[in-house]
T-cell receptor
């Protein structure tokens, strides 16, 4: 079946612009996670949804970062007033029962 | 919160030899330990995982061991092949109904020398 998909795959934003990154999880997966991966580093947890409920947002680096999953399926990660340190790959993962997490291809965000 | 340490950062082995990557974790509440393989520019791919109720799991050339007392777990790859070259990440979390996000190690760049 179809895996996790993300769009856009690449995004270039000028400093100060707002961006929205989309994640389509595997159908039927209850849990959805967002991670940020800087170049040469491991992914770092940002936030977690179970269905439409955001159960953990402890990893969001600032109040400029906001995530939603209004119908318990597709999720959007929004970054307001982007800054250069926001440049990274943003990965989405989904899970059926809270164990195995399957990752999407990521969105590479470059802030100029 | 959880902290995961991973060693070595780079590992070079001859084709056909074995490779071992080691990780330690800090939070005794963690009960799920997956390993991911990531090729350059690609998504992390789950290759094997282990839950805290078992000590070892094997899948063909790949095995993972877990020592809960010492809070460490290891990835073993036997009969290495060129396609095993990649960055490998260990991770830890509380899985299942009380799931939380994965905490990753910094990664091991595995190089298979022909």
């Amino acid at each position: 079946g179809a895996g996790v998909s993300q769009s856009p795959r690449y995004k270039v934003a000028k400093r100060g612009q707002d961006v929205a990154l989309r994640c389509d999880p595997i159908s039927g997966h209850v849990s959805l996670f967002w991670y940020q991966q800087a170049l040469g580093q491991g992914p770092e947890f940002l936030t977690y949804f179970q269905n439409e409920a955001q159960l953990d947002k402890s990893g969001l680096p600032s109040d400029r970062f906001f995530a939603e999953r209004p119908e318990g399926s597709v999720s959007t990660l929004k970054i307001q007033r982007t800054q250069q340190e926001d440049s990274a790959v943003y990965l989405c993962a989904s899970s059926f029962a809270g164990y195995e997490q399957y990752f999407g291809p990521g969105t590479r965000l470059t802030v100029t | 919160g959880e902290n995961v340490e991973q060693h070595p950062s780079t590992l070079s082995v001859q084709e056909g030899d074995s490779a071992v990557i080691k990780c330690t974790y800090s939070d005794s509440a963690s009960n799920y330990f997956p390993w991911y393989k990531q090729e350059l520019g690609k998504r992390p791919q789950l290759i094997i995982d282990i839950r805290s109720n078992v000590g070892e799991k094997k899948d063909q050339r790949i095995a993972v061991t877990l020592n809960k007392t010492a809070k460490h777990f290891s990835l073993h790859i036997t009969e290495t092949q060129p396609e095993d070259s990649a960055v490998y990440f260990c991770a830890a979390s509380q899985g299942g109904g009380g799931a939380d996000g994965l905490t990753f190690g910094k990664g091991t760049h595995l190089i298979i020398q022909p």
